[in-house]
């Protein structure tokens, strides 16, 4: 079901008798018709493995299940809101940046290590987002939640994306991430952290940026 951008923090779904989806809880605004909502204590479709995934990594996202027949208005602590449309590929996005998603999307958790080895699980420490991370994949459309504007910037073969980690948003493809550094660790003494590290994206696809290096 497609998302009707309201402006750029609200977004509005329409339902349909038999449809799905998944939002966050806490992000409903407003509705019209015969809609229900009910927690969804296994995290959408992820079932026990991605509940279990997501409980390793400190991740809670709990999720509200949004079924009937009407329409939908979403937002959620006025953040900035990115309508992502999906045609059969895997969107990786950090679980508290979901506002909401179509319930035809096959949800997972990935293990960010096996994308850079040792390097991912640094990223998560350094970062401070989790080792694991959610998958969307599937035809359909996924609200993710920014601070400020998103901008989508292409990955292609030979032409990598170095990316501030706090500004990374969500990233989608036949893409591999790594962190790294273009500073010597003398350069390095004394900064909080900022750009003394950079997100290596590289392969094809495309990676969300947010203008902000603020989390949620």
């Known amino acids: 079901m497609p998302f009707r951008e309201v402006n750029s923090k609200m977004v509005e779904a329409t339902l349909s008798p038999g449809q799905k989806m998944f939002s966050q809880r806490g992000a409903m605004l407003a509705y019209r018709g015969d809609v229900t909502f009910t927690p969804n204590m296994a995290g959408g479709q992820g079932g026990v493995m991605s509940m279990i995934g997501r409980r390793v990594a400190d991740e809670a996202a709990p999720l509200m299940t949004v079924e009937g027949s009407g329409t939908v208005m979403f937002g959620h602590g006025g953040h900035h809101i990115q309508v992502i449309r999906l045609s059969g590929e895997t969107l990786y996005v950090e679980a508290d940046r979901l506002l909401a998603f179509d319930g035809t999307l096959q949800q997972g958790t990935m293990f960010m290590g096996s ?24 035809h359909g459309a996924v609200a993710v939640m920014a601070h400020g504007g998103v901008v989508e910037l292409p990955i292609a073969p030979g032409r990598p994306v170095h990316v501030d980690p706090q ?37 094809s696809g495309a990676v969300y940026v947010q203008a902000s290096e603020e989390k949620l």
């Open 115 to 138: 994308q850079g080895g040792v390097m991912g699980m640094v990223r998560g420490q350094v970062t401070g987002q989790g080792l694991f991370t959610t998958t969307l994949k599937g």
């Open 167 to 203: 500004a990374y948003v969500a990233h989608h493809g036949d893409v591999r991430n790594k962190l790294s550094t273009a500073l010597g660790w003398r350069d390095m003494v004394g900064r909080g952290s900022g750009e003394a590290f950079q997100l290596e994206l590289s392969g």
